[in-house]
């Protein structure tokens, strides 16, 4: 997700605010504030870029830091502030998700890109396949799930150890998705057949 982020920092230099970034079951996504909406187009761009720096092998350097520094640092990221907050008041982890464990204040920096995580990662982006990520789709996304606050650009991507592996985790969700489209065709076509019986 922090390889997605610079590459759509890079995109749009000075105006992307970036929110989280959290890996979920079968890959990640990075919230992110922009000017204008993603297109596929855009997608293309930021997976060729991250293929790049993934090629510079810029090894993950952690380091913990102050609510002062890490406030700094991100001095102009409103979304990193409020959870820099949340962790210096202690309950929530990076992510602004509740947490019994103490809470640590880290960064990860790779090539020019730092951005606040916990960790941990791999040695170096070139242990990342090139060839097994794929940028899956783009989604809204309230911040903090919260309906009354910022709707953000959600990108969902997926990584694997090898292209194999990516391929058959595509064709899944393209099964998934015909499955859920005849399912709903079915559903409607149930819907129109009991209007035309009618009274």
């Not at 102009?76 to 947490?99: C, H, M, N, R, S």
């Not at 060839?131 to 997926?158: C, F, H, S």
Request: glycine share 8%; with cysteine; charged share 30%.
């Amino acid at each position: 997700a922090h390889v997605m982020a610079q590459a759509v920092q890079e995109m749009f230099p000075g105006q992307a605010k970036l929110a989280i970034g959290p890996p979920i079951a079968d890959g990640f996504y990075y919230d992110f504030e922009l000017p204008r909406p993603l297109t596929p187009e855009d997608l293309e761009g930021i997976e060729r870029r991250m293929r790049e720096i993934i090629g510079g092998k810029h090894p993950f350097a952690k380091r913990v830091v102050s609510a002062a520094e890490a406030r700094r640092l991100f001095a102009d990221q409103p979304y990193k502030q409020e959870l820099i907050e949340g962790l210096e008041a202690g309950g929530v982890d990076e992510y602004g998700e509740p947490t019994n464990e103490k809470p640590e204040i880290s960064v990860y920096t790779h090539d020019s890109f730092t951005d606040l995580c916990r960790g941990p990662h791999v040695e170096h982006t070139g242990r990342i396949n090139p060839d097994a990520l794929k940028l899956i789709n783009v989604a809204g996304a309230y911040w903090r799930g919260d309906e009354q606050r910022t709707m953000l650009q959600r990108i969902y991507g997926t990584a694997w150890l090898t292209s194999e592996e990516l391929e058959q985790h595509l064709w899944r969700l393209e099964e998934a998705r015909r499955r859920a489209h005849r399912r709903r065709g079915r559903a409607l076509a149930r819907v129109s057949s009991r209007a035309q019986v009618g009274p």
